[in-house]
Protein backbone atom coordinates (compact mmCIF):
# COMPACT_ATOMS: atom_id res chain seq x y z
CA UNK A 1 0.00 0.00 0.00
CA UNK A 2 2.92 2.27 0.61
CA UNK A 3 3.97 1.49 -3.07
CA UNK A 4 0.46 2.62 -4.27
CA UNK A 5 0.31 5.98 -2.12
CA UNK A 6 4.07 7.09 -3.74
CA UNK A 7 2.63 5.78 -7.20
CA UNK A 8 -0.63 7.86 -7.25
CA UNK A 9 -1.01 12.20 -6.89
CA UNK A 10 -3.14 11.89 -3.33
CA UNK A 11 -4.70 15.41 -4.68
CA UNK A 12 -5.59 13.99 -8.17
CA UNK A 13 -7.00 10.99 -6.73
CA UNK A 14 -9.10 13.40 -4.43
CA UNK A 15 -10.17 15.53 -7.07
CA UNK A 16 -11.65 12.59 -9.15
CA UNK A 17 -13.50 11.17 -6.21
CA UNK A 18 -15.36 14.43 -6.30
CA UNK A 19 -17.27 13.72 -9.10
CA UNK A 20 -18.12 9.41 -8.31
CA UNK A 21 -21.10 8.40 -8.01
CA UNK A 22 -21.50 7.30 -3.80
CA UNK A 23 -22.64 3.89 -4.92
CA UNK A 24 -19.05 3.40 -6.83
CA UNK A 25 -17.51 4.95 -3.67
CA UNK A 26 -18.80 2.45 -1.46
CA UNK A 27 -17.65 -0.10 -4.00
CA UNK A 28 -14.10 1.09 -3.95
CA UNK A 29 -13.82 1.34 -0.77
CA UNK A 30 -13.45 -2.36 -0.16
CA UNK A 31 -10.23 -2.22 -2.12
CA UNK A 32 -7.89 -1.35 0.23
CA UNK A 33 -8.03 0.10 3.64
CA UNK A 34 -6.22 3.43 2.77
CA UNK A 35 -8.63 3.97 0.12
CA UNK A 36 -11.41 3.26 2.75
CA UNK A 37 -9.93 5.92 4.51
CA UNK A 38 -10.05 8.26 1.63
CA UNK A 39 -13.76 7.12 0.77
CA UNK A 40 -15.01 8.14 4.19
CA UNK A 41 -13.17 11.59 4.28
CA UNK A 42 -15.08 12.34 0.44
CA UNK A 43 -18.27 10.65 1.80
CA UNK A 44 -18.49 12.96 5.01
CA UNK A 45 -17.37 16.05 2.68
CA UNK A 46 -20.71 15.95 0.99
CA UNK A 47 -24.02 16.69 2.58
CA UNK A 48 -25.08 13.58 4.52
CA UNK A 49 -28.62 12.48 4.34
CA UNK A 50 -30.03 9.85 6.33
CA UNK A 51 -33.30 8.77 5.42
CA UNK A 52 -36.02 6.50 7.18
CA UNK A 53 -34.85 3.74 10.33
CA UNK A 54 -33.01 1.29 8.19
CA UNK A 55 -30.43 4.60 7.37
CA UNK A 56 -30.09 5.55 10.53
CA UNK A 57 -29.22 2.20 11.98
CA UNK A 58 -27.00 1.54 9.09
CA UNK A 59 -25.43 5.33 10.03
CA UNK A 60 -24.91 4.23 13.60
CA UNK A 61 -23.16 1.19 12.53
CA UNK A 62 -21.00 3.52 10.50
CA UNK A 63 -19.95 5.68 13.29
CA UNK A 64 -18.72 2.61 15.08
CA UNK A 65 -15.56 2.53 12.59
CA UNK A 66 -14.44 5.98 12.22
CA UNK A 67 -12.12 7.90 14.39
CA UNK A 68 -14.51 11.37 15.89
CA UNK A 69 -11.91 13.72 14.13
CA UNK A 70 -12.92 12.46 11.12
CA UNK A 71 -16.97 14.00 11.75
CA UNK A 72 -14.77 17.30 11.97
CA UNK A 73 -15.32 17.05 8.13
CA UNK A 74 -19.26 17.14 7.86
CA UNK A 75 -20.92 20.28 6.53
CA UNK A 76 -24.40 19.60 6.21
CA UNK A 77 -26.12 17.03 7.73
CA UNK A 78 -30.00 15.46 7.18
CA UNK A 79 -32.41 13.39 9.16
CA UNK A 80 -35.79 12.49 7.83
CA UNK A 81 -38.47 10.54 8.63
CA UNK A 82 -36.92 8.98 11.72
CA UNK A 83 -40.29 7.51 14.03
CA UNK A 84 -38.79 4.87 15.69
CA UNK A 85 -37.74 4.34 19.12
CA UNK A 86 -33.89 4.70 19.22
CA UNK A 87 -31.72 1.72 22.05
CA UNK A 88 -29.98 3.18 23.76
CA UNK A 89 -26.69 2.75 22.14
CA UNK A 90 -28.04 4.41 19.30
CA UNK A 91 -29.06 7.69 21.41
CA UNK A 92 -25.49 7.74 22.85
CA UNK A 93 -24.02 7.20 19.03
CA UNK A 94 -26.12 10.12 17.68
CA UNK A 95 -24.92 12.72 21.00
CA UNK A 96 -21.44 11.47 19.80
CA UNK A 97 -21.84 12.27 16.18
CA UNK A 98 -23.45 15.75 16.57
CA UNK A 99 -20.87 17.03 19.39
CA UNK A 100 -18.27 16.33 17.28
CA UNK A 101 -19.28 17.11 13.83
CA UNK A 102 -17.16 20.79 14.95
CA UNK A 103 -17.51 22.22 11.65
CA UNK A 104 -20.99 21.66 10.99
CA UNK A 105 -22.97 24.65 8.61
CA UNK A 106 -26.19 22.94 8.05
CA UNK A 107 -28.51 20.74 10.05
CA UNK A 108 -31.90 19.64 8.73
CA UNK A 109 -34.53 17.15 11.59
CA UNK A 110 -36.80 16.75 9.26
CA UNK A 111 -40.09 14.95 10.61
CA UNK A 112 -37.70 13.22 13.58
CA UNK A 113 -39.91 13.66 16.65
CA UNK A 114 -38.61 10.63 18.42
CA UNK A 115 -35.30 11.83 18.10
CA UNK A 116 -35.71 15.38 19.67
CA UNK A 117 -38.03 14.36 22.60
CA UNK A 118 -36.35 11.10 23.65
CA UNK A 119 -33.13 11.82 24.67
CA UNK A 120 -32.91 15.58 25.63
CA UNK A 121 -28.70 15.56 25.03
CA UNK A 122 -29.19 15.84 21.54
CA UNK A 123 -30.71 18.91 21.63
CA UNK A 124 -28.35 20.48 23.90
CA UNK A 125 -25.72 19.19 21.90
CA UNK A 126 -27.12 21.20 18.89
CA UNK A 127 -27.32 24.24 20.83
CA UNK A 128 -23.51 23.96 21.78
CA UNK A 129 -22.39 23.66 17.76
CA UNK A 130 -20.29 27.02 17.15
CA UNK A 131 -20.18 27.17 13.55
CA UNK A 132 -24.04 26.23 12.67
CA UNK A 133 -25.70 28.46 10.28
CA UNK A 134 -28.57 26.78 8.17
CA UNK A 135 -31.00 25.26 10.97
CA UNK A 136 -34.30 23.47 9.69
CA UNK A 137 -36.84 21.51 11.60
CA UNK A 138 -40.34 19.55 10.59
CA UNK A 139 -42.86 18.04 12.92
CA UNK A 140 -45.19 15.26 12.47
CA UNK A 141 -47.22 16.58 15.24
CA UNK A 142 -48.27 20.08 16.69
CA UNK A 143 -46.88 19.42 19.81
CA UNK A 144 -45.82 22.44 22.36
CA UNK A 145 -43.69 20.34 24.61
CA UNK A 146 -41.02 18.92 21.63
CA UNK A 147 -41.80 22.64 19.80
CA UNK A 148 -40.65 24.32 23.01
CA UNK A 149 -37.63 21.46 23.24
CA UNK A 150 -36.85 23.18 19.78
CA UNK A 151 -37.11 26.73 20.22
CA UNK A 152 -34.91 26.05 23.66
CA UNK A 153 -31.95 25.16 21.93
CA UNK A 154 -32.45 27.90 19.19
CA UNK A 155 -32.45 30.73 21.60
CA UNK A 156 -29.51 29.29 23.64
CA UNK A 157 -27.46 28.38 20.12
CA UNK A 158 -24.03 29.35 20.25
CA UNK A 159 -23.83 29.96 16.72
CA UNK A 160 -25.34 33.36 15.08
CA UNK A 161 -28.08 31.87 12.31
CA UNK A 162 -28.39 32.60 9.27
CA UNK A 163 -31.54 30.63 8.12
CA UNK A 164 -33.83 28.93 10.80
CA UNK A 165 -37.13 27.02 9.84
CA UNK A 166 -38.77 26.02 12.62
CA UNK A 167 -42.40 25.23 14.19
CA UNK A 168 -43.27 27.41 16.41
CA UNK A 169 -46.68 26.22 18.36
CA UNK A 170 -45.35 26.93 22.29
CA UNK A 171 -46.72 26.95 24.88
CA UNK A 172 -47.90 30.81 26.23
CA UNK A 173 -47.39 31.20 29.46
CA UNK A 174 -43.63 29.09 29.51
CA UNK A 175 -43.63 31.53 26.19
CA UNK A 176 -45.02 34.87 26.49
CA UNK A 177 -42.93 36.71 23.65
CA UNK A 178 -41.06 34.19 21.77
CA UNK A 179 -40.27 36.41 18.67
CA UNK A 180 -38.91 38.94 20.93
CA UNK A 181 -36.95 36.18 22.06
CA UNK A 182 -35.50 34.73 18.84
CA UNK A 183 -34.89 38.19 17.08
CA UNK A 184 -32.37 38.65 20.10
CA UNK A 185 -30.77 35.50 19.73
CA UNK A 186 -30.76 35.90 16.39
CA UNK A 187 -29.86 39.46 15.43
CA UNK A 188 -28.35 38.36 11.58
CA UNK A 189 -30.99 36.23 10.46
CA UNK A 190 -31.08 36.70 6.48
CA UNK A 191 -34.09 34.00 6.28
CA UNK A 192 -36.67 32.57 8.69
CA UNK A 193 -39.57 30.34 8.35
CA UNK A 194 -41.59 29.78 11.27
CA UNK A 195 -45.03 27.86 11.35
CA UNK A 196 -47.32 28.62 13.74
CA UNK A 197 -51.29 29.45 14.91
CA UNK A 198 -50.85 33.41 14.55
CA UNK A 199 -48.08 36.37 14.65
CA UNK A 200 -47.40 38.65 17.80
CA UNK A 201 -44.87 40.82 18.34
CA UNK A 202 -46.56 42.62 21.73
CA UNK A 203 -42.91 44.21 22.13
CA UNK A 204 -42.61 45.68 18.93
CA UNK A 205 -39.22 44.11 17.81
CA UNK A 206 -37.45 44.66 14.91
CA UNK A 207 -34.96 42.16 12.56
CA UNK A 208 -33.53 44.36 10.57
CA UNK A 209 -31.12 41.52 8.72
CA UNK A 210 -34.34 39.49 7.93
CA UNK A 211 -34.39 39.10 3.98
CA UNK A 212 -36.73 36.58 3.05
CA UNK A 213 -39.74 35.25 5.35
CA UNK A 214 -42.18 32.27 5.22
CA UNK A 215 -44.61 32.51 7.51
CA UNK A 216 -47.36 29.79 7.78
CA UNK A 217 -50.05 30.35 10.30
CA UNK A 218 -53.12 28.54 11.65
CA UNK A 219 -55.44 30.53 13.16
CA UNK A 220 -55.13 34.13 12.39
CA UNK A 221 -53.89 36.52 9.48
CA UNK A 222 -51.10 38.88 10.56
CA UNK A 223 -51.58 42.51 9.27
CA UNK A 224 -49.28 44.47 6.93
CA UNK A 225 -48.60 47.21 9.71
CA UNK A 226 -47.20 43.67 12.12
CA UNK A 227 -45.03 42.38 9.26
CA UNK A 228 -43.60 45.27 8.10
CA UNK A 229 -42.79 46.59 12.14
CA UNK A 230 -41.29 43.44 12.37
CA UNK A 231 -38.97 43.23 9.42
CA UNK A 232 -38.80 46.58 7.52
CA UNK A 233 -35.46 45.45 5.15
CA UNK A 234 -37.73 42.20 3.62
CA UNK A 235 -37.40 41.36 0.28
CA UNK A 236 -39.25 38.38 -0.08
CA UNK A 237 -42.47 37.08 1.40
CA UNK A 238 -44.46 34.16 1.54
CA UNK A 239 -47.45 33.40 3.07
CA UNK A 240 -49.58 30.14 3.88
CA UNK A 241 -53.13 30.02 5.67
CA UNK A 242 -54.54 27.09 6.99
CA UNK A 243 -57.96 28.14 7.89
CA UNK A 244 -60.94 29.55 6.20
CA UNK A 245 -60.27 32.92 5.09
CA UNK A 246 -64.00 34.44 4.57
CA UNK A 247 -64.18 36.14 7.72
CA UNK A 248 -60.93 36.99 8.18
CA UNK A 249 -61.26 39.35 4.94
CA UNK A 250 -63.93 41.15 6.23
CA UNK A 251 -62.15 41.49 9.64
CA UNK A 252 -59.04 43.07 7.61
CA UNK A 253 -61.06 44.64 4.69
CA UNK A 254 -60.93 48.09 7.01
CA UNK A 255 -57.32 47.81 7.52
CA UNK A 256 -56.42 46.74 3.43
CA UNK A 257 -58.58 50.41 2.79
CA UNK A 258 -56.73 52.35 5.29
CA UNK A 259 -52.94 50.66 3.88
CA UNK A 260 -54.04 51.14 0.22
CA UNK A 261 -54.62 55.17 0.84
CA UNK A 262 -51.49 55.90 3.06
CA UNK A 263 -49.10 54.87 -0.20
CA UNK A 264 -47.00 57.76 0.39
CA UNK A 265 -46.06 57.35 4.27
CA UNK A 266 -43.19 55.37 5.45
CA UNK A 267 -45.30 52.83 6.71
CA UNK A 268 -44.22 50.24 4.63
CA UNK A 269 -41.42 48.50 2.48
CA UNK A 270 -40.11 50.67 -0.47
CA UNK A 271 -40.59 47.23 -2.73
CA UNK A 272 -40.50 43.69 -2.45
CA UNK A 273 -38.75 41.24 -5.08
CA UNK A 274 -41.37 38.30 -4.52
CA UNK A 275 -44.54 38.08 -2.65
CA UNK A 276 -45.98 34.21 -2.75
CA UNK A 277 -49.43 33.39 -1.21
CA UNK A 278 -52.87 32.42 -1.94
CA UNK A 279 -54.94 35.21 -4.40
CA UNK A 280 -57.20 35.85 -1.16
CA UNK A 281 -54.40 36.41 1.65
CA UNK A 282 -52.42 38.74 -0.78
CA UNK A 283 -55.91 40.93 -0.96
CA UNK A 284 -56.56 40.87 2.22
CA UNK A 285 -52.74 41.46 3.97
CA UNK A 286 -53.48 45.12 1.58
CA UNK A 287 -49.72 45.11 0.10
CA UNK A 288 -49.20 48.52 -1.40
CA UNK A 289 -45.81 48.49 -2.14
CA UNK A 290 -44.16 47.51 -5.78
CA UNK A 291 -43.55 44.32 -6.15
CA UNK A 292 -41.16 42.60 -8.62
CA UNK A 293 -42.00 38.98 -8.81
CA UNK A 294 -46.37 37.96 -7.95
CA UNK A 295 -47.38 34.39 -6.99
CA UNK A 296 -51.27 34.52 -6.69
CA UNK A 297 -51.93 30.86 -6.59
CA UNK A 298 -54.78 29.14 -8.24
CA UNK A 299 -57.06 31.57 -10.85
CA UNK A 300 -60.58 32.52 -9.20
CA UNK A 301 -62.82 33.72 -11.72
CA UNK A 302 -64.90 35.21 -9.50
CA UNK A 303 -61.84 37.66 -8.16
CA UNK A 304 -60.86 38.87 -11.78
CA UNK A 305 -61.80 42.69 -10.86
CA UNK A 306 -59.42 41.97 -7.47
CA UNK A 307 -56.60 40.96 -9.18
CA UNK A 308 -56.78 43.44 -11.99
CA UNK A 309 -56.70 46.35 -9.02
CA UNK A 310 -54.19 44.26 -7.57
CA UNK A 311 -51.62 44.30 -10.30
CA UNK A 312 -52.38 47.66 -11.17
CA UNK A 313 -51.15 48.91 -7.58
CA UNK A 314 -48.41 46.63 -7.45
CA UNK A 315 -46.97 46.44 -11.25
CA UNK A 316 -45.29 43.26 -10.72
CA UNK A 317 -43.12 42.20 -13.89
CA UNK A 318 -43.52 38.52 -13.29
CA UNK A 319 -46.81 36.76 -12.14
CA UNK A 320 -47.00 33.04 -11.12
CA UNK A 321 -50.78 31.57 -11.72
CA UNK A 322 -52.21 28.12 -11.39
CA UNK A 323 -55.20 27.00 -12.91
CA UNK A 324 -57.16 22.92 -12.90
CA UNK A 325 -58.17 22.36 -16.23
CA UNK A 326 -61.52 20.58 -16.83
CA UNK A 327 -64.03 20.35 -19.18
CA UNK A 328 -65.78 22.59 -17.74
CA UNK A 329 -63.71 24.52 -16.53
CA UNK A 330 -64.43 28.72 -17.59
CA UNK A 331 -61.70 30.24 -19.67
CA UNK A 332 -59.99 33.40 -18.37
CA UNK A 333 -61.42 36.31 -18.38
CA UNK A 334 -60.42 38.12 -21.35
CA UNK A 335 -61.10 42.12 -20.44
CA UNK A 336 -59.70 43.39 -18.53
CA UNK A 337 -56.78 42.04 -19.02
CA UNK A 338 -54.93 40.88 -15.50
CA UNK A 339 -51.27 41.08 -17.29
CA UNK A 340 -51.81 45.06 -18.60
CA UNK A 341 -51.19 48.11 -15.96
CA UNK A 342 -54.89 49.52 -16.12
CA UNK A 343 -52.77 52.77 -15.35
CA UNK A 344 -50.66 52.28 -18.38
CA UNK A 345 -51.76 51.19 -21.69
CA UNK A 346 -48.33 50.42 -23.11
CA UNK A 347 -47.10 48.55 -19.94
CA UNK A 348 -47.62 45.29 -18.46
CA UNK A 349 -46.18 42.06 -16.79
CA UNK A 350 -43.28 41.10 -19.09
CA UNK A 351 -42.95 37.40 -17.56
CA UNK A 352 -45.76 34.87 -16.96
CA UNK A 353 -45.55 31.72 -15.38
CA UNK A 354 -48.78 29.53 -15.31
CA UNK A 355 -48.94 26.00 -14.10
CA UNK A 356 -52.00 23.86 -15.20
CA UNK A 357 -52.88 20.58 -13.49
CA UNK A 358 -55.45 18.35 -14.39
CA UNK A 359 -57.25 14.90 -13.62
CA UNK A 360 -55.64 11.52 -15.27
CA UNK A 361 -59.55 10.73 -15.72
CA UNK A 362 -60.49 13.85 -17.55
CA UNK A 363 -56.95 14.91 -19.37
CA UNK A 364 -56.76 17.66 -21.47
CA UNK A 365 -56.16 17.86 -25.46
CA UNK A 366 -53.44 19.56 -26.86
CA UNK A 367 -55.75 22.01 -28.07
CA UNK A 368 -57.32 22.64 -24.51
CA UNK A 369 -53.76 23.43 -23.32
CA UNK A 370 -54.10 26.25 -25.79
CA UNK A 371 -56.26 27.72 -23.47
CA UNK A 372 -54.19 30.13 -21.72
CA UNK A 373 -54.63 32.12 -25.35
CA UNK A 374 -57.28 34.50 -24.19
CA UNK A 375 -54.87 35.42 -21.17
CA UNK A 376 -52.25 36.18 -23.78
CA UNK A 377 -53.98 37.75 -26.16
CA UNK A 378 -54.00 41.67 -24.77
CA UNK A 379 -51.00 41.40 -23.24
CA UNK A 380 -47.24 42.80 -23.38
CA UNK A 381 -46.06 39.35 -21.96
CA UNK A 382 -42.42 38.58 -23.43
CA UNK A 383 -41.31 35.17 -21.84
CA UNK A 384 -43.94 32.39 -21.23
CA UNK A 385 -43.22 29.42 -19.04
CA UNK A 386 -45.67 27.04 -18.65
CA UNK A 387 -46.23 23.86 -16.74
CA UNK A 388 -48.27 21.00 -17.11
CA UNK A 389 -48.71 17.96 -14.58
CA UNK A 390 -50.90 16.13 -12.62
CA UNK A 391 -50.00 17.60 -9.56
CA UNK A 392 -47.63 20.61 -8.59
CA UNK A 393 -45.52 18.78 -5.61
CA UNK A 394 -42.09 21.27 -5.95
CA UNK A 395 -41.72 24.79 -7.00
CA UNK A 396 -39.08 24.44 -9.30
CA UNK A 397 -39.58 24.21 -12.81
CA UNK A 398 -37.14 20.98 -13.20
CA UNK A 399 -38.70 19.01 -10.49
CA UNK A 400 -42.22 18.95 -12.19
CA UNK A 401 -40.28 18.21 -15.77
CA UNK A 402 -37.83 15.53 -14.37
CA UNK A 403 -39.67 14.01 -10.71
CA UNK A 404 -38.06 12.55 -8.48
CA UNK A 405 -38.51 8.43 -8.28
CA UNK A 406 -39.85 8.98 -4.63
CA UNK A 407 -42.65 11.19 -6.04
CA UNK A 408 -46.05 9.32 -6.01
CA UNK A 409 -47.36 9.65 -9.69
CA UNK A 410 -50.08 8.29 -10.98
CA UNK A 411 -49.82 4.78 -13.47
CA UNK A 412 -51.21 6.32 -16.07
CA UNK A 413 -49.64 9.95 -16.31
CA UNK A 414 -46.78 8.49 -18.05
CA UNK A 415 -49.38 7.88 -21.18
CA UNK A 416 -51.43 10.91 -21.07
CA UNK A 417 -48.38 13.38 -20.83
CA UNK A 418 -46.68 11.73 -24.31
CA UNK A 419 -49.98 12.73 -26.14
CA UNK A 420 -48.99 16.46 -25.75
CA UNK A 421 -47.79 17.90 -28.68
CA UNK A 422 -45.55 20.68 -27.76
CA UNK A 423 -44.32 21.97 -31.23
CA UNK A 424 -48.26 22.60 -31.68
CA UNK A 425 -48.96 24.10 -27.90
CA UNK A 426 -45.78 26.49 -28.44
CA UNK A 427 -47.16 27.84 -31.56
CA UNK A 428 -50.57 28.23 -30.62
CA UNK A 429 -49.24 30.59 -27.87
CA UNK A 430 -46.91 32.21 -30.01
CA UNK A 431 -49.55 32.94 -32.31
CA UNK A 432 -51.86 34.08 -29.56
CA UNK A 433 -49.74 37.12 -29.03
CA UNK A 434 -47.33 39.57 -30.44
CA UNK A 435 -44.64 40.67 -28.16
CA UNK A 436 -43.99 36.97 -27.37
CA UNK A 437 -40.17 36.10 -27.65
CA UNK A 438 -39.40 32.99 -26.03
CA UNK A 439 -41.67 30.18 -24.34
CA UNK A 440 -40.90 27.30 -22.32
CA UNK A 441 -43.00 24.37 -21.82
CA UNK A 442 -42.11 21.75 -18.87
CA UNK A 443 -44.30 18.45 -19.53
CA UNK A 444 -44.07 16.44 -15.84
CA UNK A 445 -42.09 12.89 -17.05
CA UNK A 446 -41.34 14.36 -19.84
CA UNK A 447 -38.97 16.68 -19.35
CA UNK A 448 -38.23 20.59 -21.00
CA UNK A 449 -38.78 21.92 -24.32
CA UNK A 450 -37.41 26.21 -25.04
CA UNK A 451 -38.33 28.27 -28.28
CA UNK A 452 -37.06 30.81 -29.34
CA UNK A 453 -39.90 33.58 -31.49
CA UNK A 454 -38.92 35.57 -34.13
CA UNK A 455 -41.27 37.65 -36.09
CA UNK A 456 -39.79 39.41 -39.56
CA UNK A 457 -42.05 41.01 -42.39
CA UNK A 458 -45.47 39.49 -40.68
CA UNK A 459 -43.88 36.39 -40.37
CA UNK A 460 -43.49 34.26 -37.23
CA UNK A 461 -40.34 32.11 -37.09
CA UNK A 462 -40.31 29.56 -33.56
CA UNK A 463 -36.71 28.16 -33.15
CA UNK A 464 -36.40 24.78 -31.40
CA UNK A 465 -33.31 25.04 -28.98
CA UNK A 466 -31.66 22.02 -27.13
CA UNK A 467 -31.66 21.86 -23.62
CA UNK A 468 -28.42 23.59 -22.64
CA UNK A 469 -28.99 26.56 -25.01
CA UNK A 470 -32.32 26.37 -24.10
CA UNK A 471 -31.17 26.71 -20.00
CA UNK A 472 -28.77 29.90 -20.93
CA UNK A 473 -31.91 31.28 -22.83
CA UNK A 474 -34.26 31.08 -19.65
CA UNK A 475 -31.50 32.58 -17.69
CA UNK A 476 -30.63 35.71 -19.82
CA UNK A 477 -34.69 35.75 -20.37
CA UNK A 478 -35.25 36.13 -16.53
CA UNK A 479 -32.68 38.61 -15.90
CA UNK A 480 -33.71 40.96 -18.51
CA UNK A 481 -37.55 40.72 -17.90
CA UNK A 482 -36.78 41.17 -13.76
CA UNK A 483 -34.43 44.21 -14.42
CA UNK A 484 -35.32 47.66 -13.79
Same mark, same amino acid.
Given at each position: ?????????????? &?????????????????????????????????????????????????????? *??????????????????????????????????? +??????????????????????????? /?? /??????????? *?? !?????? =????????? +??????????????????????????????????????????????????????????????????? &???????????????????????????????????????? /???? +????????????? +????? *?????????????????????????? *????????????????????????????????????????????????????????? =???????? /????????????????????????? #??????????? !????? %????????????????????? %?????? &??????????????????????????????? #?????
Amino acid at each position: MQDFRASVNLDTFR &YIMRFMSRSDLLQMAYASRFIREEVSKELLLRPVHVRHAEALHSFCQFLLYIDH *PKLASVRSLTFERINCLLTPEEKDLLFWAISHCTN +LKELSLKWCDVVIKDDPRFMKAVSSLK /TL /THFVVGCYVEA *PA !VHGLIF =QAVIHMESP +LRQLNIPLNLDAEAWPDPLADLFSAHSRLEELALSLPYFSNPRRQSLQSLRKLHLAVHQQLPSHRDL &YEAFPNLRELRLECYFLLSNSLAEHDEERTAAVHSIGRAS /TWRS +LDAVQAPLPVTLA +LGIIC *PVRSLDIGYYDRSLHGEIVKLVDRLR *PRKIIICAYWARRWNSFVVEPSLLLYKSSATSGVRYLVAKMSFSVDMPPSTLDIAYF =QPLLSPSR /TEFFQLALAEVFHSEDIDDIAYPSP #RVPLHPKLEDI !VRLFD %VEVIARELAESCAALQTITIA %VALRGR &YFWSVERTDSRLVLKRLELSHGRELERRETL #RCLED
